[in-house]
């Protein structure tokens, strides 16, 4: 797989899950600042916070950190009215917004706000005309609220199956994987992780249908668990009854986990870098400040 001579310098997210009161959700967005992270972001799940009115806390107890959703689950979302949001979340981040989107994976959150759960097919099929819409709307000087950024605000994209794969290709700015797929007839949202060998198959195919742009999309990685240790064989040990499926040896491998010393985790970033091509690493909120060593260390590199 080719990689740019030289590849993009790396970009970091944290992703905040918990809910927290007004002070304690600013502290720790200014933590995250204070950290050195470059996008602070907020998932689209029922009971975490909600993505929007969460970010424009966020906005005002930082200055410097971009403001994102990872990734909003576009079945729940109109997408005229999801418009409003954008541009007026735009608007009250100064124009810090980036807006991630996916189809959604978990049929037990629709059931519990009584929306409909579509098929696979019909779920790529929503995501497309979502965004599709979003770029008229927001695209148009007669609509109101008018977001800061433009052409527009940046598009994350977050999936690994061929259509998704496409449609990110051809819209996104930002191409996210996740490194894990959704385990078939689980409607709780399980998830199985994906091998290195197979994610590098998933990252080849999006090249390929990416081949014709004329800006390469950056590339980003959602990081499930940072763990720094000097004994790697012990410290995967607990992880083995969440992954029963593979050895010791196969869960030390996945590109979704670090596991080691900063210096080791520092090495494998900029391994899969040069593998797979991802520059922008997005930890979950439980990594944050084990991550920090990890981000300074990449700095400039």
């Given at each position: 797989?080719?990689?740019?001579?030289?590849?993009?310098?790396?970009r970091?997210?944290?992703?905040?899950?918990?809910?927290?009161?007004?002070?304690?959700?600013?502290?720790?967005?200014?933590?995250?600042?204070?950290l050195?992270?470059?996008?602070?972001?907020?998932?689209?799940?029922?009971?975490?916070?909600?993505?929007?009115?969460?970010l424009?806390?966020?906005?005002?107890?930082?200055?410097?950190?971009?403001?994102?959703?990872?990734?909003?689950n576009?079945?729940?979302?109109?997408?005229?009215?999801?418009?409003?949001?954008?541009?007026?979340?735009?608007?009250?981040?100064?124009?810090?917004?980036?807006?991630?989107?996916?189809?959604?994976y978990?049929?037990?959150?629709?059931?519990?706000?009584?929306?409909?759960w579509?098929s696979?097919?019909?779920?790529?099929?929503?995501?497309?005309?979502?965004i599709?819409?979003?770029?008229?709307l927001?695209?148009s000087?007669?609509?109101?609220?008018q977001?800061v950024?433009k052409?527009?605000?940046?598009l994350?994209?977050?999936?690994?199956?061929?259509?998704?794969?496409?449609?990110?290709?051809?819209?996104?700015?930002?191409?996210?994987?996740?490194?894990?797929?959704?385990?078939?007839?689980?409607?709780?949202?399980?998830?199985?992780?994906?091998?290195?060998?197979?994610?590098?198959?998933?990252?080849?195919?999006?090249?390929?249908?990416?081949?014709?742009?004329?800006?390469?999309?950056?590339?980003?990685?959602?990081?499930?668990?940072?763990?720094?240790?000097?004994?790697?064989?012990?410290?995967?040990?607990?992880l083995?009854?969440?992954?029963?499926?593979?050895?010791?040896?196969?869960?030390?491998?996945?590109?979704?986990?670090?596991?080691?010393?900063?210096?080791?985790?520092?090495?494998?970033?900029?391994?899969?870098?040069?593998?797979?091509?991802?520059?922008?690493?997005t930890?979950?909120?439980?990594?944050?400040?084990?991550?920090?060593?990890?981000?300074?260390?990449?700095?400039?590199?």
């Amino acid at each position: 797989m080719s990689r740019p001579v030289s590849p993009r310098p790396f970009r970091f997210g944290v992703n905040l899950m918990t809910p927290a009161p007004a002070d304690e959700w600013r502290a720790k967005c200014r933590r995250a600042e204070e950290l050195g992270y470059d996008v602070i972001l907020v998932p689209d799940h029922l009971g975490m916070p909600a993505p929007f009115p969460a970010l424009v806390a966020a906005a005002e107890a930082t200055e410097r950190p971009r403001l994102g959703t990872f990734v909003l689950n576009a079945g729940f979302w109109n997408p005229a009215l999801l418009a409003r949001e954008v541009a007026t979340t735009d608007a009250l981040t100064e124009g810090r917004l980036e807006l991630g989107l996916g189809t959604g994976y978990v049929k037990a959150e629709h059931d519990s706000a009584g929306l409909p759960w579509l098929s696979p097919g019909e779920r790529v099929d929503h995501l497309r005309r979502t965004i599709e819409e979003l770029y008229r709307l927001l695209g148009s000087e007669d609509e109101q609220p008018q977001p800061v950024q433009k052409p527009r605000v940046p598009l994350l994209v977050g999936g690994n199956g061929d259509r998704v794969l496409r449609l990110t290709a051809e819209h996104a700015d930002i191409a996210a994987f996740t490194g894990a797929r959704s385990v078939r007839g689980s409607s709780t949202g399980q998830l199985e992780v994906m091998l290195a060998e197979e994610l590098e198959e998933r990252v080849a195919l999006y090249q390929e249908q990416a081949a014709g742009r004329a800006e390469p999309a950056e590339l980003n990685l959602l990081i499930q668990f940072v763990i720094e240790t000097d004994d790697r064989e012990a410290a995967v040990q607990p992880l083995m009854e969440r992954v029963p499926y593979l050895t010791p040896e196969q869960v030390l491998e996945l590109p979704i986990g670090l596991i080691g010393t900063v210096e080791e985790m520092a090495a494998q970033l900029l391994a899969q870098r040069e593998r797979y091509g991802f520059t922008y690493l997005t930890v979950l909120e439980p990594g944050m400040e084990a991550f920090a060593p990890v981000m300074a260390g990449l700095r400039g590199k």
